[in-house]
């Protein structure tokens, strides 16, 4: 009996003392002063008809969050956020938004811009959807020399 109580204790406070780690990791991760906005940085981008307007707030912690709105004649307008960060001089990005009216679909795609200047490109690059998720493929270059949206800085509202 006593040979299975130490092993048993020795057990449980083990146990307790990742579930101590995890919280810790969890606090950390939602640490408030690292969600603080340090700028913000609004764009335009007008193609034919179509017209985009991105405002990206730059957090404490290097991370961006924002709002994109376009509107293109072809389709209804799409409103909806964005959050990611710089790798180098490109901005990734995920794009989560509603289409149109249809308020009760939400979509998410994966957006890629080159910042060159005071322009951001949005790339074409080849997406893959796989189980349910898209993004952009890793072994696939981006494309930002032929596209059709390129942002200019504009002041913020």
């Known amino acids: 009996m006593r040979n299975l109580i130490l092993p048993c204790l020795l057990l449980s406070v083990i146990g307790l003392q990742s579930c101590k780690n995890n919280e810790k990791q969890k606090e950390a991760a939602v640490n ?3 969600e603080k906005v340090v700028s913000k940085e609004c764009y335009k981008a007008i193609y034919e008809n179509d017209t985009l307007d ?3 707030n730059i957090l404490k912690n290097g991370k961006i969050k924002g709002d ?3 509107k293109t004649a072809a389709s209804p307008v799409k409103k909806g956020e964005i959050a990611g960060e710089f790798r180098g001089d490109t901005l990734f990005v995920d794009y ?3 289409d149109g009216t249809n308020n009760n ?3 998410k795609n994966p957006l890629a811009l080159l910042k060159r200047d005071k322009q951001l490109i949005l790339g074409n ?3 893959q959807t796989t189980m349910g998720v898209t993004y952009l493929v890793k072994d696939k270059p981006i494309d930002f020399d032929r ?3 390129k942002f200019d800085s504009v002041n913020c509202k």
């Open 147 to 149: 596209v059709k949206y």
């Open 32 to 34: 408030p002063e690292a």
């Open 125 to 127: 690059g080849t997406l």
């Open 68 to 70: 994109l709105v376009m």
């Open 96 to 98: 989560t938004f509603v």
């Open 54 to 56: 991105l405002d990206l």
């Open 105 to 107: 679909a939400t979509f």
